[in-house]
Structure formats: structure tokens, C-alpha cells
């Protein structure tokens, strides 16, 4: 079970075509009067616009936004705030003219509308990186998100496309890394997921057609999502390292970003194999660092560090500052690493691939899937496409070659053919991977006050003889005597009367007469029937451990992975009563060796009983020369309607 906290930043999304029209409305909304425009000169026209829209709410304007939040830049308008007594502040623009708002409205606490013009996504986090004295430190605090964003698809028709392949990539980068985050949930991944393939199909269509509207709605609407997800979790080592790189060096941030992702992917791609196949499928490609930087060499975007201007001499500087402090990151970060990868990034080489056909292979297990479709019990097309899904992604995550699978062809074949009335190996191999107990754990432990199951093994013989009560079932084989007085009572205690047990054990050596071809007929094996107090009793020797059968390749596989094959010391029952589910359990010595180790994981606590040593006659009257070993239980059975209920809840 996937345990994680959810919390959802607290702004108003207004999201469409021409939604910048609504911006007085918006102010107005928020109970606010004098806004400060924020914009920057590229974007004067729609900083005119936007002014012009909020009428007299608009009390200044600065255009003077820079890129990285320098705070001499924040002090200088923060005396147009003062000055003017603004009371919330409008931002017409990327990620600078956001940064701006957010600076001011953390030193002051007043409102924010924002209308992005470019896909960085920064509108939707609670999160400010400044820049001082050459050095950019990042916060997070809720007085950072804006109250309103205004996504007006409008807006971004006129944003160069270099500028737009620059800034999703960018936003790409927040979903990339929220999918390996530490606070990351199924939702964030859904949301951080759907980015990135919404931004993945965007990008090349406003590259073919910048006016596309629905592909600028399909990109804003990615970096919305990315933007979100950044605001929910942390980030990581490529997040660290644009921020080290913008700040020290002064780089573009969004260039710096779309340079070093595929790097900072292939980097912590080892520790992240699965986040890497879900992003690989997002895409439509075969490995995901590979194909983000395919992606970004077919949109013409930059690729490396040398043409955004940093020396290569300043790479180790690079590296140490961005390992001067630790921060979570699912691979563990060293100078030397984080200095190879930069060396990459600078000379912009493409990160190497895994060469796995990973969409050829989605197709395969798609198309294989579909051929259950037609298939008549519907339980059966549950099964076996997941059952396919599951091995294909067995296959490909662990890169199985053609003659590892054919050694596991041979296995299951040799697994086969040691199976006969006598053995069963398939048995044991689902023993002893614990797939036995992984199914009776589903399938039997679903009314809490009954008596748990256990596994039932390969040496269970259908129709075993009827015996009567205080039968000797080890029919005088050599071992130390054991009594069992066994009850069978409901949940609630109550007898079941004529409830039918299967009893079966193995003899002091471990061997069950199966095992023994020159035993004459069932030995240590009985049925027996309960009577009016729910009660039967019958006598036997005390179970020793004993190894499985290791001289087939079930044993093989034991050896090879430093297992011992024994099990600890148990008897078998199985009860079946009229209107109850078929109870399959084993009592365990007490004190026995391999308790914990069991090799078919067959042991539970509440199945442990103390069979203590006794002295003088057994209950029959049977004269003992020794001590004999005392076996006291009651196995509690559900109904039938206890077990649906179960189920059900």
C-alpha cells in the first residue's frame, strides 16, 4: 500500500480564450483598488491592454522586470508600492514579471493577479527564487502563490517559439521531477504524467504552426499542470543545479533548463527505472533522457551549456556549489558525478541510451492484451491481460536476454516433469516464492476473529481413511508420542458439530508417506469427524522439521540464492463444515527450529502452540516409557455470510 499527504495550493484558475478581459473583474473580486501593473518591454502592448482593461484600479506601472528576481530590482518598486499605497499588484509575464510579483507580495503581503505569457508554470507555486550578490536562493511559503492566475491562450499566440520550446521544456522539467519527488502521491503523478504528454504533443505543433490555438491551449494547459505539481512537492537535482547555474552565472532560465534536463534524467535514471518507462510512454518513445533530448534538438531548442555562454573551466565550480548542501534526490549526488554531468551538458552530447525498443515494445503488449478481448468468461479477460502486462514489464524492466528466458523456459519445463500422483513441483516452486502464502493470505484472511490459514502444501492426498476418535495415526512409527485434543468452534465459540478434519503429517525423519514407497498404505494421514462438543481427539508422533524436496529445481534455485529448504516442525489440518469456508491451516511447535525461516513462508504467530512435554499415561490410558508431547487447540471456522462480509468491507 502507497501511504501520502495531499494538500492543494489555495488560487482561482480563470482558464480560455480572451480571459484577460476579466482582470478588473478579478481585482474587484478580491476586494482590491489600487493594483500595480508589473511587464517588461517585450510585452508593453499587453501590459497596455491589461491596464487599459482595469481602468482606474490601475495605479502604476513598471516594465522593468529582470530575469533571476534581482532584489535590487525588488527594492526599486517596492518604493512604487509604498508610494502609491498599492494594495495588489497585476503581472503581465513569463517567469521574471511572475518572480517580481511574488518578491513583492512576500514583503508585503498583498494580492496577486497574474496572466503568464509563456509556459514556466511559476504562477501555480508557492515558491520565489531571488538573486544576491550573485547568488539565487530559493523559499517556499504560502504568501508567495498568487491568488488569481489568468491563463488567456491569447496572450502566448505571439510568443516567439523559441521562447515557447524553451519554457515547456521548462515546465516539463517540474512534472519530470515531481514523478520521483519524496512528497509525490498518485495524484501528483497523474497530473505531473498528463504534462508532460500534453506538452510533448504541443511543442512540435506550435514549432509547425505558432498560431495553432489548440496546441497553444494544449501547452498552457501542460504547464499549468506542471507548475501545480511543482507547488506541491519538492524538486531535485536539475531544479539545483539551473538555479546554481542561473544564479552564479547569469544564464537564461529557461535555456538553462531545457540544456541540462535530459542530463539531470539520465543522471538519476538508475535510481528511477520505473519513472523513466511512465515518462518514455508519455512521450512515445524508448528511453526517456534520449528521447526529451531528441524532442528538444527536433524544436531547434539549445542543447548545451558552451552556447549559453558558460567556460568549461567554471563546470567544477558548478559541480561544488551544487553539492555544497544536501537536498533529497533519489540517486545519491557526488561532485564527480554531478561534474561528468555537467561536462556532457556543456558539450551538448545526447544522453546515452538504454537501446531497449521500449515503444515497440508498449505496442507488442497492447496488441497481445487485445487479443483476449473477444475471450467469454470475463474474469478471464481481467487475468490474462494483466497477467501479460505484468510479465512484458518484468521483461523489459530487468532487460531479460533471450538466453536468461530460455533457462526459465527450461526451468518450468524441468519443473513439469518432475511433477507426478506422488510430487508436486509446481507446488513447491509456488511455495517457496511465496505465492502460495501471497494467494491464502488474499484469499482466507478475511475474518480477523477465525483461526488464520496456511498453505496446503504438496503433500495433501485426497480422500484420506476415516478414523475414530483416539486413533493412533503414525500407526506405531518410531518418534516422541503426541496427544491431540482439537476443537473446531464458530467466532463466537460456539461448537460445530460434525465438521470433517483432515489431518496429515510427517514422520520423524520429515518424509510423508507419499515420500515412502515401501509404507503399506496411508500412514500419518486420517479423517476424522467432530462430535456434539465440536471435539476430536486422536494420537500420533510430535513433527519434526523437515526439508522440502530439493532434488529437483525447485532445490536448485534454493541453493543458488543461499536457502535452506527445511521447514519448521508442523501438523496439517483442513475442516470443512456445511455453510462454512474450507479452513487450510498448520500448527507449529513451539521452540521448533527454523520457525522464522521457513522456506515456503508458511508460518504465522497465531498458529505457534506450545506442545509441552508430559509424563506418565497419555489420556487413553496408554503407558508412556518417556514423555509425550500435548497438543490443546480450537480452531474458530466463519460462516459463510462472515466471509462475503469481509470481502465486502
Known sequence: MRSFVHATNPNRVVFGYGTSAQVREEVERLGRTRALVLGSPPLAALGDRV??????????????????????????????????????????????????????????????????????????????????????????????????????????????????????INAMAHAVEALYSQQTNPVVDGWALDSIRLMGRALPAI???????????????????????????????????????????????????????????????????????????ALGTDDAPAGVHDLITSLDGPTSLRELGVAEQDLGTAAELATAKSYPNPRELTTEGIATLLHRAWAGERPASSGRPLAALHRLTEQVVASFDRASSPRLRQLLPDLVRHLHRFVADNDVTEDEWQYAIDFLTHTGRMCSDTRQEFVLLSDTLGVSSAVDLLTNSRTPEATPSAVLGPFYVEGPPAAEHGTDISQGLPGEPLWGDIKVTDTDGAAVPDAVVDVWQSNEDGYYDVQLPDLDGPVLRARFRTDD?????????????????????????????????????????????????????QLFVAGGAYLDSDAVFGVKDELIVDMPRQHGAMPDGRAVSESWRLLEFTFHIAADDEQNHGEDE
Open 207 to 281: 514549432v509547425a504552426d505558432p498560431a495553432d490555438v489548440d496546441a497553444r491551449a494544449e501547452a498552457l494547459h501542460a504547464a499549468w499542470l506542471a507548475g501545480t505539481c511543482l507547488g506541491l512537492v519538492g524538486m531535485g537535482l536539475h531544479h539545483k543545479l539551473c538555479h546554481t547555474l542561473g544564479g552564479s552565472f547569469d544564464l537564461p532560465h529557461a535555456e538553462t533548463h531545457t540544456v541540462v534536463l535530459p542530463h539531470a534524467m539520465a543522471y538519476n535514471a538508475p535510481a528511477v527505472p520505473e519513472v523513466m518507462r511512465r515518462i518514455a510512454d
Open 533 to 585: 462438543r465440536g471435539r476430536f481427539t486422536f494420537r500420533s508422533i510430535a513433527p519434526s522439521e523437515y526439508p522440502i524436496p530439493d532434488d529437483g529445481p525447485v532445490g536448485s534455485m534454493l541453493d543458488a540464492v543461499g536457502r535452506h529448504p527445511y521447514r519448521a516442525p508442523h501438523i496439517h489440518f483442513m475442516i470443512m463444515a456445511p455453510g462454512r469456508p474450507r479452513l487450510i491451516t
Open 51 to 168: 491596464h487599459k482593461a482595469l481602468e482606474s484600479l490601475a495605479a502604476v506601472r513598471f516594465d522593468g522586470a529582470a530575469m533571476h528576481t534581482p532584489v535590487e530590482v525588488t527594492e526599486q518598486v517596492m518604493e512604487l508600492v509604498r508610494e502609491h499605497s498599492v494594495d495588489c499588484v497585476v503581472a503581465v509575464g513569463g517567469g521574471s514579471t511572475i518572480g517580481l510579483a511574488k518578491a513583492i507580495a512576500w514583503r508585503t503581503g498583498i494580492d496577486q493577479v497574474v496572466l503568464p505569457t509563456t509556459y514556466a508554470g511559476s504562477e501555480v507555486t508557492p515558491v520565489l527564487g531571488e538573486t544576491a550578490q550573485g547568488t539565487k536562493t530559493t523559499r517556499s511559503d504560502a504568501a508567495i502563490l498568487p491568488e488569481t492566475v489568468l491563463y488567456d491562450v491569447e496572450f502566448t499566440l505571439d510568443l516567439p517559439v523559441s521562447m515557447s520550446v524553451t519554457s515547456g
